[in-house]
């Protein structure tokens, strides 16, 4: 059944290999981002008696960037899959978390060292997975379906 999504996983239907390969290393990458992000909230609770490692701000990044983990991870699945709208998210999520974790750097004393190290990390591999989906690739893959 066509249900008007491109095929992006093969080269038949019109798919790119290339724009497949894209995909396979988003949700690799934003695998990594989830892993990243589930092990530093685990630091957070094992740090949780330490006012010097883990403050509110601490807690209140690390379960956002949790959840926003889960949504770009499930995104890049869905559209390795040819979900449009997961495409759009996935494009949107990781390029506005790009920013924030930015900002989150570049704050002065809000969050400690360690967190800023971990969040430069996340950024790497969410920089990584902005360059991808946002390649001519990709966006081909989605643009022939119309």
Do not use: E
């Amino acid at each position: 059944m066509d249900t008007g999504s491109p095929d992006i996983r093969t080269s038949a239907g019109g798919g790119s290999p290339r724009a497949a390969a894209a995909f396979r290393r988003a949700k690799l990458l934003t695998g990594c981002y989830l892993a990243v992000s589930v092990a530093t909230l685990a630091a957070i609770v094992l740090l949780r008696d330490d006012a010097g490692a883990v403050n509110d701000a601490v807690w209140v990044r690390g379960c956002i960037v949790v959840a926003s983990a889960v949504v770009t991870f499930l995104c890049a699945v869905r559209a390795a899959r040819g979900d449009r709208g997961a495409y759009r998210r996935l494009r949107a999520v990781s390029a506005v978390m790009v920013v924030a974790i930015a900002v989150i750097i570049a704050l002065p004393g809000t969050f400690p060292v360690w967190m800023k190290i971990d969040q430069g990390v996340c950024g790497a591999l969410l920089l990584a997975v902005v360059l991808l989906v946002n390649s001519r690739h990709a966006r081909t893959a989605f643009a022939a379906a119309r």
